[in-house]
């Protein structure tokens, strides 16, 4: 299992998750602002067969996910210092959808999801702030997704980000504190230091799925944890 996060996550989130996986730690300078420069959902748009990348994602990168055997294409439009040259492969896929604030969207991703049901929301950081644990049960830190996918009949759970970590921020987003691998949900941190840790785990427990905290401390943003699995 190849493991895509941000270098900068905190040491025993790193230790805690290499027990599950080999980890790919994203580092970049002088491509997008500081806070965001190692998150995975800034620079890789993620499916379970594909990983979508900005052009410009260090080389070195590419490198190693070729030498991984990882399936991967690049997409057409490069990662810049502000919104929206952000977030052109912040987009959130399933198997029946694409959710992303879609005229932001790079080419390519749209192209390898051109039969899927597209989901246009107005918060273009969709992967920020949005992770689907099942299907048909997700969670957000955004309103106006969870309206959007509430109409779509999908189970949406909203969770207030006020008290998760991301150094240079108020606050982060309850997606880039989340991965998910083989029906566990893997946090960068625990849900005890937050006010919606009951709701969330009863709501996480109804749609079966494991939690997996990789440290005890606040929750951290660090621009998802993506899981890939090349064996």
Request: aromatic residues 10%; positive net charge.
């Amino acid at each position: 299992m190849l493991i895509i996060i941000d270098k900068k996550l905190p040491q025993a989130v790193k230790i805690n998750l290499a027990k599950y996986g080999n980890l790919l730690e994203l580092e970049t300078k002088h491509i997008t602002y500081e806070a965001i420069s190692g998150h995975p959902d800034i620079f890789i748009t993620q499916q379970d067969d594909i990983l979508i990348i900005a052009p410009n994602l260090p080389a070195h990168y590419k490198n190693k996910l070729s030498a991984l055997k990882i399936n991967f294409v690049e997409g057409s439009m490069p990662i810049g210092y502000s919104y929206p040259l952000t977030s052109h492969y912040n987009a959130v896929i399933t198997s029946e959808y694409l959710i992303h604030k879609l005229n932001i969207t790079d080419p390519v991703v749209r192209k390898h999801n051109a039969s899927k049901t597209k989901i246009n929301v107005n918060q273009g950081y969709t992967r920020c702030n949005l992770i689907f644990i099942t299907p048909q049960h997700a969670i957000t830190s955004d309103t106006g997704i969870k309206n959007s996918l509430t109409k779509a009949g999908i189970k949406v759970f909203y969770f207030n980000p006020d008290k998760i970590v991301l150094p240079g921020f108020k606050h982060g987003f309850i997606g880039g504190v989340c991965g998910i691998a083989e029906k566990s949900l893997f946090l960068a941190g625990s849900l005890s230091y937050h006010s919606d840790r009951d709701k969330i785990k009863e709501f996480i427990k109804m749609a079966d799925v494991e939690i997996v905290e990789l440290y005890d401390g606040p929750l951290f943003d660090g621009g998802s944890i993506i899981f890939y699995n090349n064996n």
